[in-house]
Each structure stands twice: as structure tokens, then as C-alpha cells.
């Protein structure tokens, strides 16, 4: 159950359909193991095919990885949700974009899903530790900034490796495309919440 402490983090593609849904979801499902209530993880287009389901073979990943693809609605991405939200996760630099030109102080909280996951190996290498218990939420709420310190030192050569390829009308090598390149992310992303999880939790 959400509460106003909760860890709010949007993930953004383009229709939500295909991409954000997948990261959503499965983040949703490993941060419940995590600790039940403390992360509400949604996801919104930038030009959403808003009021559709996800597509059956998005459904067919987010199961493969314990997520529940049931009660899905594409929502179109707006401002009031970035306002309301700690960490933006989007599945390309051009999402990043969209994000920040609606809401410019979003900036040091948006990040593509794949240089988040790098910054989060980079800040293990430097962290001790876990979180302290009564702590987590804030704790969560503190990361963007502190992944963004490290912004630098995750660089790519190939921008291209920040991104997550839209398999939208494409055959099933798309989505299995897009799986390889989305799924080392979010596991990533959740290794790190479990290793940095209050003993006990």
C-alpha cells in the first residue's frame, strides 16, 4: 500500500505499451520483495497510446520475471506526474528529452534505465553498507543525486547503449531485443535494493 513516504519512480517510453510497462512491472513486483509498501513504481508515454493494455508479448516478459501484466492502462506522460515523482527512469536519451523540456527540474532525478544501472554498479563499488531501516524511503529519495555525481564516470562510447530498442510493431526478435537490453538493467536496479536493504527487511 502507498503512503505519502513512499519511493515514487516513473519509468518512460514512447506509447507505454511496450517498453515502460516491462520495467514497471518487474521493478514493482522485486521492490515488494524488497520491503512491501515503501516503492510505487508506475510508467507513462511520451506519446502514449493512452487507455491501451500492454502488448501480449510485453505481457509474456513481465511474467517470465514474477511481474503481474494484468490491469495495465497506457497513460500519456504529463507534468503533475514528474512533479510527483523521485526517480524518472526512460528507455531512451530522447525520452530524458521530452521529460526534462516539460519539466526542467526533473533533470537530476531522470536518467535512461541503462546508465541508471551502470551508476548504481559504480556507487557499490563506494557505498558499505546498507540502508538504515526508518531511513529507506529517504535514503531512495537521495539517490538521483548522489547517481548523478557519478553521471561522468558511467559514460558509454556508443550512446546507443543507454537505450532500450522499441520493438513496437516489430516480430518477436524485437522483444527479444528489447528484453536483452532492458532486463540486465532492472535486475541491476534490484540487486542494488536488495543489497542495500536494512538487515531484516
Known amino acids: 500500500m502507498e503512503t505519502p513516504s513512499s519511493v515514487r519512480i516513473l519509468t518512460v517510453c ?9 520495467a514497471e512491472r518487474i521493478l514493482q513486483a522485486g521492490f515488494e520483495s524488497v520491503r512491501s509498501g515503501t516503492f510505487r513504481i508506475r510508467s507513462a508515454g511520451t506519446r502514449a497510446m493512452a487507455g491501451a493494455p500492454v502488448q501480449p ?25 514528474l512533479r510527483d515523482t523521485d ?50 524511503p529517504a535514503w531512495w529519495k537521495a539517490l538521483p543525486a548522489r547517481a548523478a555525481a557519478v553521471r561522468h564516470l558511467a559514460l558509454v562510447n556508443d550512446a546507443a547503449d543507454n537505450d532500450v530498442a522499441d520493438p513496437y510493431r516489430r516480430g518477436p526478435e524485437a522483444y527479444q531485443r528489447m528484453e536483452d537490453e532492458l532486463a540486465p538493467a532492472v535486475l541491476t536496479i534490484l540487486r542494488f535494493a536488495r543489497r542495500t536493504a536494512p538487515a531484516g527487511v
Open 14 to 22: 514512447t506509447g507505454n505499451i511496450c517498453r515502460s510497462p516491462v
Open 87 to 136: 526517480l524518472v527512469l526512460t528507455m531512451e536519451a530522447s525520452h530524458r528529452s521530452d521529460v526534462v523540456r516539460l519539466d526542467p527540474s526533473a533533470l537530476k532525478r531522470t536518467f535512461t534505465i541503462r546508465e541508471f544501472a551502470r551508476m548504481l554498479k559504480l556507487l557499490e563499488q563506494r557505498d558499505s553498507g546498507p540502508a538504515p531501516d526508518a531511513a529507506l
Open 57 to 81: 508479448p510485453s505481457a509474456r516478459i513481465i511474467e517470465s520475471y514474477g511481474g503481474r501484466p494484468d490491469g495495465f492502462v497506457a497513460r500519456q506522460l504529463t507534468l503533475g506526474m
